[in-house]
């Protein structure tokens, strides 16, 4: 079975403050992928970043980034020097070679960043 | 511009009434989902389709139906049979690749009355 566990449910920061939010996995397939989406208060879902079970190379992208971690099954992401901006839902998925390639989401965890 | 529309943003049913949810792709996409969202819960796959005239339950479809006559088009029908059936629901397309990201809608909110 695959399942992806966000185990923080709100985090709340103020501004130029870092924020690491964890994401835990589990999956039997050898192949799959791992996503990150954020949704603002406006309720549409948009693609973050996706991570290959292949690749363990961290990534930066601006004030983001994502430390990939098989050992532990984690996709953790760092927002850093957070903004207001920032404030949203984040959701953590996984997508595997079996089960008709669905997606699977976590429970998202809600960031608020205060002024 | 290409995108996914989902209609309407909000809608009330009366309790014993089917409701119909649009959802429609100019993306290109073989793949099209349905998700719903309750807080504290995430995202919950109803049905999928890989393709047209074509689908799968995901792990909450009791209580609802689609159908996928169009490559184009994917719609929700909520039915009588749903318990609970007040959500903010998600409609999704990707490729059929497992590399690939999904586009979401903007949602429709469900109220039950």
């Known amino acids: 079975a695959q399942k992806v566990t966000q185990a923080q449910t709100e985090i709340s920061v103020v501004e130029k403050e870092d924020v690491t939010l964890d994401c835990v996995y589990e999956t039997r397939d050898t192949t799959y992928y791992l996503f990150w989406y954020k949704q603002p208060p406006s309720g549409e879902l948009v693609f973050l970043i996706r991570?290959?079970?292949?690749?363990?190379q961290n990534e930066i992208s601006g004030r983001y980034s994502w430390n990939f971690q098989k050992s532990t099954s984690s996709f953790n992401f760092t927002i850093t020097a957070s903004q207001v901006v920032d404030s949203a839902v984040y959701f953590c998925a996984l997508r595997g070679d079996t089960g008709g390639f669905k997606t699977i989401f976590g429970a998202g965890t809600r960031l608020f960043v205060k002024a | 511009d290409g995108g996914i529309t989902q209609s309407p943003k909000y809608l009330f049913r009366k309790e014993g009434q089917n409701v119909t949810l649009s959802c429609e792709q100019n993306?290109?996409?073989?793949?099209m989902y349905w998700y719903r969202q309750d807080p504290g819960q995430g995202l919950r796959l109803i049905y999928y389709s890989q393709i047209v005239n074509d689908f799968q339950k995901g792990d909450i479809a009791e209580g609802y139906s689609v159908s996928r006559e169009k490559k184009e088009s994917f719609p929700l029908t909520v039915t009588s049979a749903q318990k609970n059936p007040t959500a903010f629901y998600l409609c999704?397309?990707?490729?059929?690749?497992?590399?690939?990201?999904?586009?979401f809608g903007q949602g429709t909110r469900l109220t039950v009355v």
């Open positions: 999704a397309s990707s490729y059929r690749e497992m590399n690939t990201e999904a586009f």
């Open positions: 993306l290109n996409h073989d793949a």
């Open positions: 991570r290959n079970s292949f690749d363990e």
